[in-house]
């Protein structure tokens, strides 16, 4: 008999994951959703140790298993210390997201070398020292064909703009673009070892990044220019696109990035025929 369950089904049962930058947006989201799915989730932070701990409770409140590590995802050090604890909590990892980032805004030529180096070492730096670390875990303990069929994933956060340049954001269209690489990179050298690394790229999403684009009912008109879907994007839009990339079933996708954009990258100045 089919199953009338509205619970989602836990196909991630077992394993172990760390989101980085989880005590807010996006990645409060994703780690929510992979606990659903049935992962035991690291929640990193930075800041608001107060926000990290809630997500904790939360997902324990509903019968899942978390934890809040904090680290700077910029510092080696840090991120070290970061894995190795989760490590000697739960045994290993299964699942990377590689979701922490942010924005230092300004126009071209004012752009500080600070806001460049800020922007470049936690949203490009920052993924790449995670999934080192994850890579090298992966690697040590090789496919758990119990777990999963591949040894492990890394699922890095992108925006459209690894595709799409954008004025006054010069650092962050420059490290999502190297996401993209750094991304697709560990997906051609990574392959051997039964690591999948894949992107999510999406456009506007309501989180705290982005509110001054659709906190006032103007800016939200103005942005839905941009969507030709019509509404601007949650977090759990995101959210269920990375639990379908950490499961088994995306097991032949690897060096894809998926975009969640409500057609953002479809020119949308063309939709009336340009
Ligand atoms: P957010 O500001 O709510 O979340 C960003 C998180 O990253 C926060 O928890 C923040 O504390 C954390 N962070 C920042 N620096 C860090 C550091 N050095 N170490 C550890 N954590 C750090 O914003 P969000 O929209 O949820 O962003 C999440 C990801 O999604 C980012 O990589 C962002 O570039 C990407 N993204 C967001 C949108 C959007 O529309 N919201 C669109 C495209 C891409």
């Not at 990339?245 to 949308?268: N, W």
């Amino acid at each position: 008999m089919p199953s009338t369950s509205t619970q989602p089904t836990p196909i991630l049962t077992g394993q172990r994951a760390l989101v980085t930058g989880a005590n807010s947006g996006i990645g409060k989201a994703v780690a929510q959703a992979l606990a659903a799915a049935g992962a035991a989730v690291a929640i990193n932070y930075v800041a608001s140790e107060k926000d990290a701990r809630q997500v904790v409770e939360e997902i324990q409140a509903n019968g899942g298993t978390a934890m809040a590590l904090n680290a700077d995802v910029s510092m080696e050090e840090q991120v070290r210390e970061m894995f190795a604890s989760m490590i000697s909590a739960w045994g290993s990892i299964d699942i990377l997201v590689n979701n922490a980032g942010l924005q230092r805004d300004a126009a071209f030529q004012e752009m500080t070398l600070d806001q460049w180096n800020k922007v470049l070492s936690v949203n490009l730096t920052g993924q790449f020292l995670c999934a080192r670390e994850a890579a090298r875990e992966f690697i040590r303990r090789g496919v758990v064909p119990e777990l999963s069929a591949a040894a492990g994933k890394i699922i890095c956060m992108s925006s459209v703009h690894q595709a799409i340049p954008w004025a006054r954001h010069a650092n962050y269209a420059a490290s999502k673009g190297g996401v993209m690489m750094l991304m697709q990179t560990m997906a051609q050298e990574l392959a051997q070892y039964h690591i999948r690394a894949n992107s999510i790229a999406p456009g506007a999403i309501k989180t705290p990044i982005n509110q001054s684009a659709w906190q006032t009912p103007e800016a939200e008109r103005e942005l839905l220019k941009l969507i030709p879907y019509n509404r601007v994007g949650e977090t759990t839009d995101i959210a269920r696109a990375a639990v379908w990339l950490a499961s088994d079933q995306s097991d032949y996708m690897t060096g894809a990035t998926l975009f969640i954009d409500g057609g953002m990258m479809l020119y949308p100045g063309f939709r009336t025929g340009g």
